[in-house]
């Protein structure tokens, strides 16, 4: 039967000031109290901003509550280039990997990123009409692992493209005794998708 007390509903209210657009959200999601903020836009002609965060207030007999937060700046030059810098904070996440791997050997390791601290760093580039790129540089300071990614979008016609993406990770593989890294523990993994829009 439906647990119908781990329902979520989430409101959220969105409202544009200048350049700026900012918004607010609240509910509940599987029962657990969420408050959120979001702001993006344009700070001058030359830097753009994009912002969003919220708190869970989670149930009173476990440690679920915490905040998610992240910040990016960016830049797109006349020539297409665009260049972005972003910063996330979990408290949801483990200080260490050795408190990562006590959680895991306990039953308690929790879903999402296991990290606190995370940065990334994107090249964006137009070739031509046709072809898009991104580098993408994520790393996770919590572990010390880091991945790079590399994606390519081409348009074969006005409802169709080709998408490539391939993802390398590095950091400390997983072994009998530790999770090792997270970004480490994850494959190298390459993907060509066909896309046809209707």
Known sequence: APEWERTSVLGRYVRSAGSLEWGVLAGVVRESNIV?????????DWLGLRAEGH??????????????????LEHRFASSLTLRLEQMYNSFGYSS?????????????????????YSAFALGYEFSPLL????????????????????????????????????????????????????GMQPVRAALAYRHYF
């Open 36 to 44: 959120g903020a979001s702001l993006q836009g344009e700070l001058t």
């Open 55 to 72: 708190y869970r207030d989670g149930d009173p007999d476990d440690s679920s509550d915490g905040t998610m937060l992240s910040m990016g």
């Open 97 to 117: 990997i050795a408190d990562a791997d006590q959680s895991l050997a306990s039953g308690s390791l929790e879903p999402g990123y296991l990290g606190q601290h």
């Open 132 to 183: 898009t790129g991104e580098f993408l540089y994520l790393r996770n300071w919590t572990d010390g692992s880091h991945s790079f990614s590399f994606y390519a979008v081409y348009s074969l016609a006005d409802e169709a493209e080709l998408a490539l993406q391939i993802t390398l990770p590095e950091g400390k593989e997983p072994d009998a005794q530790s999770l090792g890294s997270e970004l």
